[in-house]
């Protein structure tokens, strides 16, 4: 995205988290931008906290400070990871595992 990362919500909350925990489920947490943006949003509507979960992080790749991550699976390298609903165009989505994807060429 040639540095410009863009967000779009589609969907809006269903649910009013004024005084609630709230817990933001991430599958990857990377640049942190996403979660940063989130974050902000979030804490407008006057929640009693928010934090978040990650199954992969890779903190080095940060661009934000101070991002609520509060809970991680695994930190991993900057490679490229497919299964366990990770894909790439689509492939590979439906391995029951985490896989490294080795795209050198053999």
């Not at 809970?71 to 990770?86: R, S």
């Amino acid at each position: 995205m040639g540095g410009h990362e863009q967000i779009r919500v589609l969907k809006d909350l269903d649910l009013d988290i004024q005084g609630r925990h709230v817990l933001v489920v991430e599958d990857v947490v990377d640049t942190g931008l996403t979660l940063n943006y989130l974050t902000r949003t979030f804490e407008l509507r006057e929640p009693a906290s928010v934090a978040a979960v990650t199954l992969l992080d890779r903190p080095y790749r940060r661009l934000v400070d101070d991002l609520p991550v509060r809970y991680v699976g695994f930190v991993v390298p900057d490679e490229l990871f497919v299964g366990y609903g990770f894909d790439l165009d689509e492939r590979y989505r439906e391995l029951p595992d985490l896989r490294l994807l080795d795209l050198r060429p053999h």
